[in-house]
């Protein structure tokens, strides 16, 4: 079994690199840049978010923390599903410009919140 401490650094990681890219390519959406059309655009970040989740359970299981014991937990699993969806509407669904700004800056606010209830470990960090 992985020790926990290498588990919990690869998950770290992850969120690095998947919250840098995601900011990266808001930023391009918001200034209509070219490269965001770009192959790699579709490939590397879905990689590294299955990576983020595969050590997020990993971590969950192996830490006996789970999402209907913990409620920093439960809150952190609901508000990144949310992430998920105005992710894709940020960056790809929405149909206007303004739709996709309006859905990044509430992805950017909900990423806040994942990481403010991740380092605390309370669901209501503030
Ligand atoms: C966008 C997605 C996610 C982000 C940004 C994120 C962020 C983080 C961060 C920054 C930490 C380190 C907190 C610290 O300072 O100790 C952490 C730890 C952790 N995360 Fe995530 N995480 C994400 C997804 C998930 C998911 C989906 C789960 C559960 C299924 C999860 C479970 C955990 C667990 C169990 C820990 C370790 C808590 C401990 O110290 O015992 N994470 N996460």
Do not use: E, N
């Amino acid at each position: 079994m992985m020790d926990y401490h290498v588990l919990k650094l690869i998950h770290v990681s992850c969120v690095a690199a998947s919250v840098s890219l995601f900011l990266l390519r808001g930023a391009g959406m918001w200034c209509g840049a070219a490269w965001t059309a770009q192959r790699w655009t579709r490939t590397v970040p879905p990689l590294i978010d299955t990576l983020l989740l595969a050590s997020a359970v990993t971590l969950a299981w192996t830490s006996g923390q789970s999402p209907l014991v913990q409620p920093w937990l439960s809150a952190k699993l609901g508000a990144v599903a949310l992430y998920i969806v105005l992710g894709a509407f940020a960056l790809k669904r929405a149909r206007t410009r303004t739709g996709r700004r309006a859905a990044l800056l509430a992805a950017t606010a909900t990423l806040a919140y994942i990481i403010a209830v991740a380092v605390t470990k309370q669901a209501w960090p503030l």
